[in-house]
C-alpha cells in the first residue's frame, strides 16, 4: 500500500530564514508526489509536484522540493520564509490507476516575525 | 470556469437528520473525488467518479454514506441519520486523467452534528 508520512506535527520559523517540511514515502514503483497547502476554513492549494526528471522541482510562492530516491523522501522547502506562508501543509501521492491520493497527516508552519 | 463549487460551505444538524452537499467540477474534468478531513488529519479519500460511473468507494464510506454523479457533472454527497463523528470538512476534487493534468479542490463543505 502506498503512504507518505510527515513526521513533525509542527514547524517554527523565524520570518527571513530557510524552511524545510519534511516527507517521506512509502510506495512500489516511481512515486508520483505533490505538496498541497491548506489555509484556515478553505480548500487545498496545489504547490508543486515530481513525477520524473530533475530531483529539484520548483513551485508557487518561491517553494521548491526535493526528490531523495535513496532515502525515499520529498522534502518542501523555502529559502527564505515569510509570515504568510503560515499554513498548515500536506505531502501526498497519487494512485497511477484511479489518480487518488493519499496524504500524509499534515504539517503546521508557523513563521515568526 | 473559476474551479470547483461546493455547496454549502457550512452545515450545521442535529444528530440524527440526512444531509446532502453538492459539488460542480470543472467542466472539462471527467472524474470527481469526495474527500473527508477531520481536525487534525489529512484528507481521507472517501469515492470517486470517472463521468457518471462510481468506480472506488473507501471503507470509510458506510452505508450511511452515499454519492451520485447523475449525468457526470455535478455530483452529491449524502449522509443519512448523522451521527457526531460525521463531523468534519468534506472536500470534493475534479480532475482530468493523467497525472500531468491538474487536480483542483473545492473550499470544502463543514459538517457539524451537534
Known amino acids: 500500500a502506498q503512504s507518505v508520512a510527515q513526521p513533525e506535527d509542527q514547524v517554527n520559523v523565524a520570518e527571513g530564514n530557510p524552511l524545510t517540511v519534511k516527507c517521506t514515502y512509502s510506495?512500489?514503483?516511481?512515486?508520483?508526489l505533490f505538496w498541497y497547502v491548506q489555509y484556515p476554513n478553505r480548500g487545498l492549494q496545489f504547490l508543486l509536484k515530481?513525477?520524473?526528471?530533475?530531483?529539484l522541482v520548483k513551485g508557487s510562492y518561491g517553494f521548491e522540493a526535493e526528490f531523495n530516491k535513496s532515502q525515499t523522501s520529498f522534502h518542501l522547502k523555502k529559502p527564505s520564509a515569510l509570515v504568510s506562508d503560515s499554513a498548515l501543509y500536506f505531502c501526498?501521492?497519487?494512485?497511477?490507476?484511479?489518480?487518488?491520493?493519499?496524504f500524509g497527516t499534515g504539517t503546521r508552519l508557523q513563521v515568526f516575525p | 470556469d473559476t474551479g470547483v463549487s461546493q455547496d454549502p460551505r457550512h452545515k450545521i444538524t442535529k444528530r440524527g437528520q440526512n444531509v446532502t452537499f453538492r459539488c460542480d467540477p470543472i467542466?472539462?474534468?471527467?472524474?470527481l473525488y469526495w474527500y473527508r478531513q477531520t481536525l487534525g488529519q489529512g484528507p481521507e479519500f472517501l469515492t470517486y467518479?470517472?463521468?457518471?460511473?462510481?468506480?472506488?468507494k473507501s471503507r470509510l464510506l458506510s452505508d450511511r454514506f452515499s454519492a451520485e454523479r447523475p449525468k457526470g457533472s455535478f455530483s452529491t454527497l449524502e449522509i443519512q441519520r448523522t451521527e457526531q463523528g460525521d463531523s468534519a470538512m468534506y472536500l470534493c476534487?475534479?480532475?482530468?486523467?493523467?497525472?500531468?493534468?491538474?487536480?483542483?479542490f473545492g473550499s470544502g463543505t463543514r459538517l457539524t452534528v451537534v
Open positions: 515530481y513525477i520524473t526528471g530533475d530531483n
Open positions: 501526498a501521492v497519487r494512485d497511477k490507476r484511479t489518480d487518488k491520493l493519499i
Open positions: 467542466s472539462e474534468h471527467n472524474r
Open positions: 510506495v512500489s514503483g516511481n512515486p508520483y
Open positions: 476534487a475534479s480532475s482530468i486523467p493523467g497525472v500531468n493534468y491538474g487536480y483542483t
Open positions: 467518479f470517472q463521468n457518471e460511473a462510481q468506480l472506488e
